[in-house]
């Protein structure tokens, strides 16, 4: 037996349809044997709160072996893991194909499902993650609703808090009375024939986050794409289904991804590119949607014509080249490595964007924010993300930039609060932004 694998990552199908998948004792089994080669290893004992957790319970045990550890107490550790794949993509020695066979976020989502079955889900995490929903109902009162949410308003803040367990420091997103995808409807661009990349055309997927919440991104994209020659349409048929995954609820994720890849496929037939707005989004599309629904010709077909935004930039900035025009931006970059992007095996090409803007400094934060999506919001959990994400926001003063950027945006502004509670005065200065919305300044769109 070797002592760990210098292969490379594969994954199984998460085998959700087999009755299998939800026994109890099977899954307790599981999580023993892949509790205790963890509690040996201890590798990853600084990716996230959910390992130290898990060695704190078993070192307090009476044996301090996992044998004296009630099954019970597991839950703490599941809940604490925020999806991000990285113990898998970049720690762990023990994944697939090594015979000890470790996927240790794939049995969180395992167990949550198991969770979702058996009606323990919680009532306010569930509706959260109703992204299409809750973007739907806010957009005709965008004003009131972002009132309401922002840290300011200690009244509704707090009433938010007793009753919903939203902690009242975090921030939370914005809503915009006008989605994206109304908005390229309203606004059509002109596209440079001159460009290098002039004849190409992209679908750009809004995602929930970039149609309801943050349309910058997705504006900056389109103005991007058609200053170098790149003919776009912009589609929302409907969420990627990643806040139903952290609920392990694997039969909507399954529906979305059908229902999205269907609608997505008659644009790659027609001989479109599809980009993803956030990193997230991307790896649900590329990787966690045919481990889910495997054998179907569309999500497949979607898999392998999805890029990450920056990954479709840096793909035609080498094959056609760059349009010119691109100007200093007069400021430096801290760009953070979401861990979405970086479990997209993907390379750091939101760092490899930015570095096409003249004279710009890019520093680039390969830890952790410590977000992880709705998780990060909630009362039991916020003051645990900062303190994960707190070595990133170190990392983000000390590079003494203006702009942090990152290819999640929620990682973004939780790091924005996170070097805000460590020095409020340089934070002041600082935006948050995607390094695509930094390119379209280089371009002055």
Not at 202 to 227: H, S
Not at 324 to 338: K, R, S, T
Not at 388 to 405: D, E, S
Request: glycine share 6%.
């Amino acid at each position: 037996m070797r002592e760990g694998s210098l292969d490379a990552p594969t994954r199984h199908i998460i085998d959700w349809n087999n009755p299998d998948f939800y026994d109890e004792q099977k899954l307790d089994d599981e999580l023993r044997r892949v509790f205790d080669i963890c509690h040996g290893c201890r590798r990853c004992f600084n990716l996230c709160d959910s390992f130290p957790r898990l060695f704190d319970l078993i070192d307090a045990s009476e044996t301090e072996e996992l044998d004296s550890v009630a099954s019970e107490d597991f839950k703490p550790v599941v809940d604490a893991c925020t999806l991000c794949d990285m113990c898998f993509l970049t720690k762990c020695p023990y994944v697939p194909p090594h015979e000890f066979n470790l996927d240790f976020p794939h049995l969180m989502l395992r167990y949550r499902a198991v969770e979702k079955r058996n009606g323990k889900t919680k009532f306010v995490s569930g509706e959260l993650a109703k992204t299409d929903r809750n973007g739907k109902l806010a957009a005709p009162v965008a004003g009131l609703a972002n009132w309401a949410t922002d840290r300011s308003n200690s009244f509704t803040r707090g009433i938010m808090q007793s009753t919903l367990g939203i902690d009242k420091n975090a921030a939370l997103p914005k809503y915009q009375s006008k989605t994206l995808v109304k908005r390229a409807k309203e606004n059509p661009l002109e596209i440079n024939v001159d460009a290098p990349a002039y004849g190409r055309k992209a679908v750009i997927y809004a995602t929930c986050f970039g149609n309801y919440n943050n349309p910058a991104t997705g504006e900056a994209t389109r103005k991007v794409l058609a200053k170098n020659g790149i003919e776009t349409e912009v589609v929302y048929p409907g969420c990627c289904g990643m806040p139903q995954m952290e609920q392990g609820d694997l039969a909507a994720v399954a529906e979305n991804a059908k229902k999205v890849s269907a609608e997505l496929g008659k644009w790659i037939d027609k001989g479109y590119d599809v980009i993803a707005l956030v990193s997230s989004c991307a790896l649900m599309l590329k990787f966690e949607w045919p481990l889910i629904v495997p054998g179907n010709e569309d999500v497949e077909k979607l898999s392998k014509s999805t890029f990450d935004v920056a990954e479709y930039v840096m793909e035609f900035a080498k094959k056609e080249g760059m349009a010119d025009g691109m100007q200093p931006i007069g400021e430096d970059v801290a760009m953070h490595l979401a861990c979405h992007a970086r479990a997209q095996n993907m390379g750091a090409k939101g760092a490899e964007i930015l570095r096409l803007i003249p004279e710009t400094k890019v520093t680039v934060v390969e830890r952790c924010s410590g977000h992880g999506g709705s998780w990060g919001v909630m009362k039991d959990n916020f003051e645990t993300a900062l303190k994960v994400g707190k070595p990133a926001a170190r990392a983000v003063l000390k590079a003494n930039a203006k702009y942090i950027a990152s290819e999640c945006p929620l990682a973004a502004e939780h790091l924005l609060q996170g070097s805000e509670n460590l020095d409020a005065e340089a934070t002041a200065k600082k935006e948050a932004l995607h390094p695509i919305e930094l390119l379209a300044k280089a371009y002055g769109l």
